[in-house]
């Protein structure tokens, strides 16, 4: 789901950044966030909710809501909308609040 | 504890601005921004501006940011703290931030506040499922990191981001059938609108989502017609298949910070809730803490640059500066953000401003 062309973008030639998702190696490119780096691989789960366990996906994309939270490098509740992608970082979907 | 004479917290236009005259007459900034890249949401804007000439109008949102970072960023009394969130904000000056999920105080002796906004959402069923988006979300994705939200995306709110958004989907390759209007007229710029029209995005006034499909993502959007109090009128349900569903909505500003600090606020319809009591300084009313930009109600960036270098300089001011022709910079800016304000777009500021006793 990358923009190939674009009339005043260019996102060609960027350097490939791999990380894993739940364990599987992925790749996604510099200048990206770890969640639109899923996005791109088609990833629009990233946890479940706390009560009802609805799914969730991310909604603002710059830090405010927590919609996007995940665990990264066992670490919970990362804003992954606004966390750069590096070079292997293990993402995981998150339940609930999270755990270390 | 950090030490730093002026904290600016939000590195957006209006923060950006802000930084600039402050940096000028020798105070010591330290800029803050939760975000890796300096800018808030002009780092997503690909079109022209609208606004005046002196806010570098008719110039792209991305190339008047590069212009504005270039003005301060080689002054040796600025710090700069990027991907450092703000998380806790005290009266007596005492900011508390997160990095590298590491936590840190600084005591400030000025701060400006310059967080902006969020994005409001819409309640509707299914309205939390993956691919109900914000309008913003979707162009922050496309432009900032060149990912496409979806293939197929109805837009909801014909406000100016919700045509702008449509029309910069479209330029990524991404179908728009269909945008969604509540009431029974456009509330962004009639332009914008008819670019989008021609180029086969149909608008529909009076109508709005009834509910979301899809069990772990948006598979379609149950739309309905609204009778002229805003009730869906059952029986006009149609299914509209997509994978995404864009809310454009409107935005709240971001006052989480300064109510915690004990700054007064009061809710303003027409500023979009929640907003800081200023006065014609920026000061609120806490000493020596000031708003500006969004935050302080929802504008522009054109207005937030301004009322950006309003705030700067009157800090400087506070602080004991002596800024050069002050006296004949200050009423021209007040000048330019009241013809800014002009015309029937500003009215909604107009009112707000009035009501919140600061016009
Ligand atoms: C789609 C779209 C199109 C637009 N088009 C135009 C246009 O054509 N012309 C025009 O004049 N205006 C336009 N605007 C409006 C304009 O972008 C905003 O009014 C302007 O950016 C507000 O500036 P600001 O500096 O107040 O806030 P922002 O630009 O929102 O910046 C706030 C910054 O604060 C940071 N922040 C917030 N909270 C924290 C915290 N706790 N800790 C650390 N950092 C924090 C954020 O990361 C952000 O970088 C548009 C807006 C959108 C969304
Ligand atoms: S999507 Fe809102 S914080 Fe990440």
Redesign the interface.
Known sequence: ?????????D?SSRKKIRFTFEGKEQYG?E???IA?AL??LGV???SD?IHKK????????????ASCNMIVDG?PNVRT??T?LKEGVDVRMQEGKGRF | MRQAEVVIIGAGPAGLAAAKPLLDVGAEVTLIDRSAMLGGQLTKQTHMFFGSEKQHASKRGIDILKLMVEAIETYPNLTVLTETTVVGLYADKVVSCVKDDHYFKIQAQYILIAAGASEKSLPFENNDIPGVYAAGAVQTLMNVYGVKPGDRVIMVGSGNIGLIVSYQLMQAGVQVPLLLEAADTISGYLVHASKIRRLGVDIRMNTSIKRALGETSVEAAEIWQLDENWQGIEGTETIIPCDTICLSVGLAPLTELLQQAGAEVKYVRELGGHVPKINQHYETSLDAVYACGDVAGIEEASSAMISGHIAGIEIALKAGYTVANANDILPRLRHDLRNLREGPHGEKIRIGLKKLGVA
């Open positions: 789901m990358r923009i190939d062309k674009h009339p005043i973008l996102f490119f200048g990206d966030t639109s996005h791109a629009k789960h990233l909710s609805r799914p969730r996906g991310f909604y603002c994309a710059i830090g405010n809501c670490i909308c606004i750069p």
